[in-house]
């Protein structure tokens, strides 16, 4: 159906699902079916939000490869300004069911952008729908104040893409013929199940992957849980979470910047060392010393943001051609483990004691750093494995 299509879809699905939620909690009715109903619909919203990746692979589409890395981070600007939006309506509305209702009504307007942004060009060439990847050429070259000679171009535009796709069926017959039979089956046809199985064919691959996975945990255990954490923090938990989006976004920043100077390996090890070091602080920072926790829980909000980012990197870098989709796939439903994990966590440090989800969240970020710096070579210089043979022989 198209980039374009499904990112709507998602967001229109995302819309009706919110629209109902405010319906839901807006009117009287018997308090067990509400909240069943609630849940259903909370459940259904969630699955509907997952809009990010779409969007992502939307933008890098659309313009060209010098500006792909700046069209997704352009992305993820605007998520922490969303995130901002959402604080300064939370700030002003305190009634929860108008707070709800001016969110979605904010989110539902990004439906009227459907016809404000194109089709990815590139979608529409590998399709064959040159007259419409024409007309998107055509208008990409009019805001950018450039010429495009219609017919001529776009006679060219199907010889190019014709080339193209040459090219690739060769590069693809070259890669094949150099697999193992079982590798073959594998860049054919790969399921979820058939990946974890790959993940036993040697030790070194074995223990690799289990370190990926301990880390995709980790990141997003302590990412959530610092982030539902602002709240109980000692001050304003609006400053809180005003703080810890800002943290956030100076981690994306320097992340750009250090790791194609320093590579992959050094700054995420670090980073997440210094995520479990302030983290396993608060347990000696005395209780009435609660700007020192706050602090403490920014400076691990910084660094867990920046190894969350580059943490995808890392996995396709990490992983031989064959397998590489299917393990970020295996590693985001792995990580989403932490996401479920995190909520209950805090409330055991509301229960029992403060300091407790700061333990389990520095002992994860530690015992990640130690992975990592054992098991998890660094990627920046170095040449992707297209077969498992190469990975283990590498």
């Known amino acids: 159906f198209g980039r374009k299509k499904a990112t709507y879809a998602f967001i229109i699905a995302n819309a009706v699902f919110n629209i109902l939620l405010c319906v839901l909690i807006s009117i009287d009715m018997d308090a067990e079916l509400q909240q069943t109903l609630f849940a259903v619909l909370r459940l259904l919203t969630g699955i509907a939000s997952n809009v990010y990746a779409l969007a992502a692979v939307l933008a890098m589409e659309i313009v060209g490869t010098s500006k792909r890395v700046t069209a997704v981070n352009t992305i993820y600007y605007i998520f922490i300004a969303g995130e901002f939006i959402v604080l300064l309506f939370a700030y002003f509305i305190r009634n929860f069911r108008i707070f709800y209702t001016c969110c979605t009504i904010f989110m539902s307007t990004f439906i009227l952008y459907f016809w404000m942004v194109p089709e990815s060009p590139r979608w529409l060439m590998t399709s064959k729908k040159f ?4 007309q998107v050429f055509k208008r990409i070259a ?45 860049a054919n046809h790969l399921s979820v199940l058939g990946t974890i199985k790959i993940f036993f064919k040697s030790k070194k691959l074995l ?9 995709w945990l980790t990141n997003t255990l302590v990412y959530y849980g610092i982030s539902f954490n602002t709240s109980e923090l000692v001050g304003d938990p609006y400053l809180n979470f005003g703080l810890s989006i800002f943290v956030e976004l100076a981690a994306i920043l320097v ?60 996995t396709g870098e990490s992983h031989p051609t064959v397998i590489r989709n299917s393990v970020i796939s295996v590693c985001q439903s792995f990580a989403r483990l932490g996401a479920i994990i ?10 029992f004691w403060f300091p407790i989800p700061f333990i389990v969240y520095g002992a994860f970020s530690t015992l990640s750093a130690i992975c990592f710096i054992l098991f998890i070579p660094e990627t920046k210089f170095t040449n992707l494995p297209d077969t498992i043979e190469e990975f283990i022989e590498s």
């Open 207 to 215: 223990v690799r992957s289990i370190s990926i996975l301990i880390n």
């Open 131 to 134: 007259d419409k990847a024409y």
């Open 255 to 314: 992340t750009h910047v250090t790791l194609e100077r320093f590579g992959r390996k050094i700054p995420y090890a670090i980073n997440m060392a210094l995520t479990g070091i302030s983290l396993l602080s608060v347990i000696f920072i005395p209780p009435k010393l609660g700007w020192m926790v706050t602090a403490c829980a920014l400076i691990g909000k910084f660094s867990i943001s920046f190894t969350y980012n580059t943490i995808y990197i890392i």
């Open 342 to 351: 995190a909520p209950n966590i805090q409330y055991l440090g509301e229960l």
């Open 142 to 186: 009019k805001s950018n104040k450039r010429k495009f000679d219609g017919l001529v171009e776009l006679e060219d535009l199907k010889q190019k893409s014709q080339e193209q796709f040459k090219k690739d069926q060769g590069e693809h017959i070259q890669l094949t013929e150099r697999l193992s039979p079982s590798d073959q089956a594998v």
